[in-house]
């Protein structure tokens, strides 16, 4: 079921009323069945694999938390195993199957393994990770096993964060499903608005701007250098705003009755270097993979050579768990490279920046730092979003035509209609939704910066009331009026 969904919309009052009705005895199975309900409505076979893997996880958890010694391990690798095995056959098996009958034609044999005709379970990789984290955290003993089949089941399956995360650990989840939670006003006004903020990210900026990248992505060659700029920087927008969207109706989903789930995004494009990005961008996952691959690796440690080798190692297999397709290995491996290479040259850049003298004008440093993150991210995006490795190179190698054809442009100081024409050639969209794609982002940038110091809802609740129904009822309509509803799923729902 889609957030963005008329079946959504009738879904969530329903649930959530039925929620503060019951006892508090009943809630846990109220909100499960709910969880299968949500999760079905894609494809209902697919929720045997929920259920398989919740099996094995619960068990191996009391297992785990009984066990002493070598047993102990083996019971947390049965689990992992378990786990992965299941991520590995419905994710990575026709990846695997694919390359290795190119290699198979490239040797000039006629032989070729057989595909799986699979559809890849909605949000499969989400809650995989959070099965993985909970046996993990069993096994390191920093929680319990948790002794009650329908609250673990739950915590793996709590819909608003089922599909697309965020990735939550057992401490900060699995205790609340046994809490009793009661009405409280502030929530269900905090969580609603939290909700709305995130069907205006999805609906009226996101869904707007995939109107011009997919054309731009989908058919590269039919568009000149600045679309594909254009197309680079609309995509960099879109896939926060559809995916900071959905961690917003989760959290608020979730804070309307009474749960609390972590942050997830934190205004990402405003970080001043690439370790700081990922500080800011999909938290819950930067962090798994620091807590359970970096540090397992050794993180920092080790030698100069293999901590170097650690943090690319982790972002390559980052990008592999985005997705079985060498542009997401290509995206990770560039976030790699990134913060590698910033390690490396750090000394070199520090003098270069006081030579030009920088550093002493703190904002020109700031804003030069800031664009400089942005553009690397942005760059790295277009490997993330191509259909192929092909089609990204050739992207990849249009964009500096464009900046240089836009520099000239610039500084010739004509300005007319032909010159922009030459230079932007036919655009997916029409002139009246190009601008409105360049207003959306204005605006969310604008709250983003109020937001710098001041929570923009401590800021709204703080205003008289006619002033804050007023605001409310502003964004409802332009949610309902500038909102694009094609009941486009998120796009973090493919992992």
Not at 46 to 58: K, R, V
Not at 337 to 350: C, D, E, G, N, P
Not at 400 to 410: D, K, M, S, T, Y
Request: charge should be positive; aromatic fraction near 20%; hydrophobic fraction near 50%.
């Amino acid at each position: 079921m889609l957030f963005n969904s008329l079946q959504f919309l009738v879904f969530f009052p329903v649930v959530t009323l039925i929620y503060f009705l019951l006892p508090h005895k009943w809630r846990w199975l109220h909100l499960l069945i709910a969880s299968c309900i949500f999760y079905m409505y894609f494809i209902p076979i697919y929720i045997l694999i929920l259920i398989f893997t919740i099996i094995i996880d619960y068990y191996a958890g009391i297992l785990i938390e009984n066990a002493t010694g070598k047993r102990r391990k083996w019971y947390l690798v049965m689990s992992l195993v378990a786990n992965i095995g299941v991520l590995a056959v419905f994710k990575y098996y026709n990846f695997f199957i694919d390359n290795v009958n190119e290699l198979l034609r490239d040797s000039g044999s006629a032989a070729a393994l057989p595909f799986l005709n699979i559809i890849l379970p909605i949000g499969l990789s989400f809650h995989t990770f959070q099965a993985m984290s909970y046996t993990i955290e069993v096994y390191r003993g920093h929680h319990a096993a948790e002794r009650h089949f329908g609250i673990y089941a739950l915590y793996v399956m709590f819909y608003p964060q089922l599909v697309a995360g965020p990735i939550e650990r057992p401490q900060n989840v699995l205790y609340q499903f046994h809490e009793k939670k009661e009405f409280d006003y502030d929530n269900v006004t905090d969580g609603l608005k939290q909700m709305m903020w995130g069907m205006f990210k999805k609906v009226v900026i996101a869904d707007r701007l995939v109107k011009f990248t997919d054309p731009v992505f989908n058919h590269p060659h039919e568009y000149t250098p600045m679309a594909m700029l254009l197309g680079a920087i609309f995509f960099s927008f879109q896939i926060f705003c559809d995916f900071s969207g959905y961690s917003d109706i989760a959290l608020g989903s979730a804070k309307v009755m009474g749960f609390k789930l972590m942050k997830n995004f934190d205004k990402p494009y405003h970080a001043k270097d690439i370790s700081e990005f990922w500080r800011r961008w999909h938290i819950s996952l930067s962090t798994w993979f620091r807590d359970y691959l970096y540090i397992s690796l050794g993180g920092n440690r080790v030698s100069i050579p293999r901590w170097y080798f650690n943090l690319f190692f982790v972002f390559l297999v980052s990008g592999f768990w985005h997705g079985a397709n060498w542009t997401f290995i290509i995206w990770g491996a560039l976030h790699g490279f990134y913060l590698v290479f910033a390690i490396v040259s750090q000394k070199a850049r520090t003098r270069l920046n006081q030579a030009l003298g920088i550093t002493r004008v703190p904002w020109l440093y700031t804003l030069t730092q800031v664009l400089t993150t942005y553009c690397l991210v942005t760059f790295a995006w277009i490997f993330f979003r191509a259909n192929n490795i092909k089609d990204a190179l050739y992207i990849a190698g249009r964009i500096p035509v464009a900046i240089g054809q836009l520099g000239r442009f610039v500084l010739s100081g004509h300005y007319s209609k032909d010159g922009l024409q030459a230079i932007f050639g036919i655009l997916p969209l029409y002139q009246t939704d190009l601008v409105l794609c360049f207003l959306v982002i204005i605006v969310l940038e604008a709250i983003h910066f109020f937001q710098r110091k001041n929570n923009i809802l401590s800021l709204v609740k703080a205003r008289p009331l006619y002033q804050r129904w007023a605001l409310y009822y502003l964004m409802i309509m332009i949610i309902i009026f500038f909102g694009v509803y094609e009941n486009r799923q998120f796009i973090y729902f493919q992992f």
